[in-house]
């Protein structure tokens, strides 16, 4: 079904998960009947059996249950897809896989990380790609006191319309420089631009830092360190004697 089948119909890959997932569930719990009925059970016992489960159920496997039907309410919600970029209880990954029981994530450092179901229902999760791929992205910058601010805010523009992954016109505003605060040791601004694809921030990020410190050596414009003065005062006549006794 999910390398043949569903990929001719018009269904989008969340709903084809759905599928493929509770026809699994149904075919197993078919089989299990028909095996059960061909071993000659008698079903009459069910409800014996359902009430010794009930009690296990209360006891010692409810988070197993509580993990299966927030499984099911991910596959037919879909707030979190296959392929979603999404960060839960400081875990930032992408959604590899959502199983019976747990959802597993795999880092940006390729390492996969398996996370309950029910975390992802009942604590607060944040994704990048649930209505669309478009995101916006802050690249915060400072310039050294004395330079001209108008001139920082056309370079960073200029920078910004060169770059082919930000958006600069349509449904999204335009880029914008923002001056935000003095700071100690610098003016600083914000470039904050909105990008076609959000799963490209970070390299696009670093496009952005890379553009803006060749355009401001171009420009003459600096990029100020923290600095510190330190002022030594003399010291009194007795501690420098005292100080030239070895005490």
Known sequence: MENHWLKMTTMGQGARDAMVTITGYVMFLIALLAGMSAAGFDFGNIAI??????????????????????????????????????????????????????????????????????ELISNQVTNWVLSNRAGRAIVPVGVAYGTDTEKVRDVLLAVAGANENVLQTGDYPEPVVLFRAFGDSSLNFELRVFLRDIDKRIRVVSELNFAIDKAFREAGIE?????????????????????????
Do not use: C, M, Y
């Open 49 to 118: 059996i359902a009430g010794a489960l009930s009690v296990g159920i209360g006891f010692g496997l409810q988070n197993i249950v509580n993990n299966f039907v927030s499984g099911l309410i991910l596959l037919f919600e879909r707030p979190v897809r296959k392929g979603d970029w999404i960060v839960v209880n400081g875990t930032e990954g992408v959604v590899k896989d959502i199983q019976i029981r747990s959802t597993r994530i795999q880092t940006f450092d390729r390492s996969d990380v398996i996370v309950p179901n029910s």
């Open 223 to 247: 990029i100020p360190f923290p600095q510190r003065d330190l002022h030594v005062k003399d010291l009194p006549e007795n501690l420098l004697n005292n100080k030239n006794n070895g005490e």
